[in-house]
């Protein structure tokens, strides 16, 4: 599949889409949402691919909303962001969280603004450590979005979010693994192949009882206690019936490596 503003390799049950703007950071246009739409309901029809890896190319991983189509001369009237958020970042998000499959994110340079959502949106992270996190919104007179208002109190609590949403401050890879915002910061030259193998491995993995796993603790975040426990058991129930729970069990007893099919 050819795209002009991303870019979608298969290979190994894995589907790469690489952001592809470098000389704007990456930043988001409506053609690129149009595109990673196009895209990620390609990726969700393929039974061949079991995991998602989302990166950027260049220096940047995304800067966000793409600020050049956003200027207007003063009078003039100013675009509807609402009707953007509407069409194309919510239903990104929305799409990531979704994806029946795990999704490996590798920053691989600056992430601001939805670009940081973004990663936060994925279900691991890795990051450069050069790599940094912004929630710009705040120095141009926007509300983080893209999921940020409610991520970031999730991962981090009220307090450091507020500060992180209100000052707009560069956030270093190293300081988001500490705070529980990423799964880890590797070595920059390390980036790409750490997170290909982790990709690849995810890939050979039970992928239906994964995606089970993704919208369990998803939807943790809104369960009572009560809630969550009928959700664990009807998921469980579920997750009975694969043919990859058989197989595990299988080569459990038999002592040999399990060949999971994703089903
Ligand atoms: O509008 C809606 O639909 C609502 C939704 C909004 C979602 C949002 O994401 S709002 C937030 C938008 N993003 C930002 O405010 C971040 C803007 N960018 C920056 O603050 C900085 O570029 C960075 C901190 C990300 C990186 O700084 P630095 O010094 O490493 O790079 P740079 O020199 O600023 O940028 C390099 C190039 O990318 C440069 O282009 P040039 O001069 O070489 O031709 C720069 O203009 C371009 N670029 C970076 N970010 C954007 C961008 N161009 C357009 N839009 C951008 N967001």
New binding site residues.
Partial sequence: MTYATIRLEVGDGVATLTLNRP???N??TSEMHAELRDALAVIRADPSLRCLLVTGLG??FC????????AVAPGSET?D?GQ??ES??NPLVRALRDLPMPVVCAVNG?A????A?LAFACDIVLAARSA?F?Q??C??G?VP??GGTWILPRLVGTARAMALAMLGD?MSAEQAEAWGMIWKAVDDAALMDEATKLARHLATQPTKGLALIKKAIRDSATNTLDQQLDLERDLQREAGRTYDYQEGVAAFVAKRAPAFEGR
């Fill in positions: 000389d704007k950071l930043s988001f220096r940047g800067a966000g909303q793409d600020l050049s189509d956003r675009p962001l953007s958020l194309n970042y600056v601001a603004g939805a670009g959502n940094s912004i710009a919104f120095k141009i926007l979005d893209s560069k």
